[in-house]
């Protein structure tokens, strides 16, 4: 019973845990390129008081001896990939990757980050950058008078400026995949730095090398399916009062024993 009590413990944590990665999911259903998370779960370690296949008599094992387990714990949580719906916003400055791949920016220490989250806009110095400021790599830097700005599949961007009916190429847009996204960090603010788990980015222009396009005019929306995440909260739900269950079944039975001796 003693046990018992521990056990429901780690239960409860997990739960907790659990709960706490889908409120953050449901948060963020509205956030532009936001991917969701899930917890992932593991036994923890058993403890082994008859060995299974250990001799109980001459030329007799026991088939599954006695195994007890000590509770469960949350290992890691999982980013999910899966590409968010595409809504049409017809602003300019807005590009959605329809594929693989994530825009690369300019954090402020001079690291690049990356990002799904395409909505961009300029700068006082005419730059792209994200919301939050931050530069778009390679550097777009729109010319004065900008009548027209144009974003390709292929990420090549170019523009019309006043007087001038040629438009002028500005740059091009790459993108960079990982081997394991999953194993990229997230930073908030959309945003995800390389690690040793994600490998080494490799970047393509749009639409080469397995990566997406780019739709300009276009932004993707949240992964997060809020139907799915209140279930796994009601689930959760259900397992965190199963857990409470234990442990006050355990303290009855406890109780029990002090009264009756």
């Known amino acids: 019973m003693h046990g018992a009590l521990f056990v429901a413990k780690t239960g409860l944590s997990a739960q907790d845990t659990s709960l706490k990665v889908i409120s ?15 917890a992932v779960f593991e036994d923890l370690l058993y403890q082994i008081q008859r060995q299974p296949g250990a001799e109980s008599a001459a030329e007799t094992q026991l088939p599954s001896g006695l195994q007890l387990g000590t509770g469960v714990r949350v290992v890691g949580t999982q980013k999910m990939f899966q590409e968010g719906n ?3 916003t017809e602003q300019p400055f807005d590009i959605a990757i329809n594929g693989r791949g994530f825009f690369q920016v300019t954090l402020p220490n001079g690291d690049l980050g990356y990002t799904r989250n395409g909505q961009f806009q300029i700068n006082q110095n005419n730059e792209l950058v994200t919301s939050e400021g931050y530069l778009v790599e390679p550097a777009i830097v729109l010319p004065a008078e900008v009548q027209t700005f144009t974003v390709g599949v292929d990420g090549i961007v170019t523009a019309v400026v006043a007087g001038d009916p040629n ?3 500005l740059g ?22 390389e ?24 932004l993707e929306a949240s992964n997060v399916n809020a139907v799915e995440e209140l279930v796994n ?11 409470s269950k234990v442990i006050s079944t355990a303290d009855e039975m406890l109780s029990f024993v002090t009264q009756q001796l």
């Open 24 to 38: 953050n999911n449901l948060a963020n259903a509205s956030t532009t390129g936001f991917k969701k998370d899930r």
């Open 233 to 243: 909260m009601i689930t959760t739900q259900r397992a965190y009062e199963m857990n």
């Open 167 to 169: 438009p002028v190429q």
């Open 86 to 88: 595409i809504e049409v």
């Open 172 to 193: 091009q847009l790459q993108l960079a995949d990982f081997v394991n996204p999953a194993g990229l960090q997230a930073l908030g603010q959309n945003l995800f730095s």
């Open 195 to 218: 690690t040793v788990a994600s490998g080494a980015p490799q970047l393509s222009n749009p639409g080469d090398a397995g990566v997406g396009t780019t739709n300009q005019g276009m």
